[in-house]
């Protein structure tokens, strides 16, 4: 995966490291289109060492799963990863529940299981055969409402009072909300839409055009409460062929988008073609908004762009290593994410690492979504009398944000980290 296998560079292992037995005792024949199942696994280390072996550069060992067409060609590649619970030992064996999510077209697909070595390699590329079933995926019963009952929680007129009591508020030179008092959810994972509409209302609005790096399905995403109830265009970037391909349903059904809909785009986003993506669809230049959740190599993606101009910049953080640790996962075209508990606690970048970058680009760092992940930041002479530079201390109060950094930093600790 990483081009440099680690396990390699010891005396005496190679790809007997990847020998295990595996066993689903309750795998399904049939599952209903989109359905997420939890499935029990039965699984012994045949191998020669243990798993974690960080000495000989085995981190954690995960579980995981591919869907393949009927023919053998992969459909959707990466599943869910299930980290082991412990370690695991030659010859032993453990038990593990695995989340796997059907495909969301129906068909005849076959669920291949596979282990992963995070940074490493999957079993499957060095010669192990996991074990393989058929699965018909048929078609559930759906409800098609329309999108404004769906999803909205506020809606765009709602919003455009919003508006403008904040302008108000600022003419009045009132002392203005925190982010945490303007936060709310139309599609974005947490509050984003709210600060977002905060502060574009405050700043204002020049050119309404956003990009957004790994937006999933288009939905969920930072971009859409922009694009859909205030007239924002958008060029929406995702690999997954399954999330873009519900995204442009999604937006071309919509009647707030169907005449002009965003551009979506399906692309793994690297160093070497973030730009030239981004020049390919229009978006070169002066935009409003960057938003970028990669859960991988975000820190070195936006080092990396310099074909636009963006006046607001929101990105997720590594929240992990508190606000002083300026660090991040070295660069890898083909990075993964690491699981822990279902949380991507090996990927991205710490927010002091994201404060140095940003200034080095014209950012400052003004806030950031209450659960303590996701930052915002605004270009250097727009509205620094509105929103001055804060302290990055102030985005670890949250005890999710705390929990997370006593319990959970502690497992990733082993695996390679850059100082920046």
């Not at 839409?193 to 939905?219: H, M, N, P, Q």
């Not at 606690?345 to 080095?360: C, W």
């Not at 302290?391 to 109060?397: G, I, K, T, V």
């Not at 999710?400 to 959970?408: L, S």
């Amino acid at each position: 995966m990483t081009g440099n296998d680690p396990i390699e560079n010891h005396e005496g292992v190679g790809d007997e490291i990847y020998r295990a037995r595996l066993e689903a005792s309750d795998c399904p024949s049939e599952m209903t289109a989109g359905e997420t199942r939890w499935i029990d696994i039965s699984l012994q280390n045949e191998s020669a060492v243990a798993w974690p072996s960080p000495d000989i550069g085995i981190p954690d060992v995960a579980v995981t799963y591919h869907w393949l067409q009927s023919s053998g060609e992969p459909y959707h590649y990466l599943g869910q990863q299930t980290r082991l619970p412990s370690g695991l030992a030659p010859g032993e064996t453990t038990q593990l529940s695995v989340r796997v999510e059907a495909p969301r077209e129906p068909g005849h697909y076959l669920l291949q299981w596979d282990l992963l070595i995070e940074q490493v390699a999957w079993f499957t590329e060095r010669g192990w055969r996991g074990p393989v079933s058929e699965v018909e995926v048929v078609q559930g019963v759906t409800i098609d409402v329309p999108v404004s009952d769906s999803i909205n929680v506020v809606d765009t007129g709602t919003q455009l009072l919003l508006r403008f009591k904040y302008q108000e508020l600022a003419r009045q030179g009132s002392p203005l909300p925190h982010f945490s008092e303007v936060e709310f959810r139309n599609f974005s994972q947490s509050g984003e839409d709210g600060i977002l509409l905060y502060l574009f209302s405050l700043i204002g609005e020049e050119t309404r055009r956003a990009v957004e790096i790994c937006a999933g399905d288009g939905i969920e995403c930072n971009s859409a409460n922009l694009i859909l109830n205030h007239g924002w265009t958008g060029l929406l970037v995702d690999g997954d062929p399954e999330r873009i391909r519900r995204a442009r349903a999604f937006y071309t059904r919509s009647k707030d988008t169907w005449m002009w809909p965003p551009t979506i785009a399906e692309a793994w986003v690297t160093v070497d073609n973030v730009n030239d993506l981004i020049r390919k669809h229009g978006f070169e230049g002066e935009i409003d908004l960057l938003s970028l959740d990669m859960d991988g190599v975000d820190y070195w993606i936006w080092k990396a762009i310099d074909c636009i101009n963006p006046r607001v910049v929101v990105l997720e953080y590594q929240s992990l290593w508190g606000p002083d640790r300026s660090v991040t996962v070295p660069y890898d075209p083909n990075f993964r994410p690491y699981l822990v508990e279902g949380f991507p606690d090996y990927a991205g970048a710490s927010l002091a690492a994201f404060i140095k970058l940003g200034r080095s680009k014209g950012y400052r760092l003004v806030g950031c979504q209450r659960l303590g992940f996701n930052a915002f930041f605004v270009r250097q002479g727009v509205g620094e009398d509105i929103f001055p530079e804060i302290d990055a201390a102030s985005c670890f109060s949250h005890p999710v944000v705390r929990h997370g950094m006593e319990t959970r930093l502690g497992r990733v600790l082993h695996l390679p980290w850059e100082e920046v």
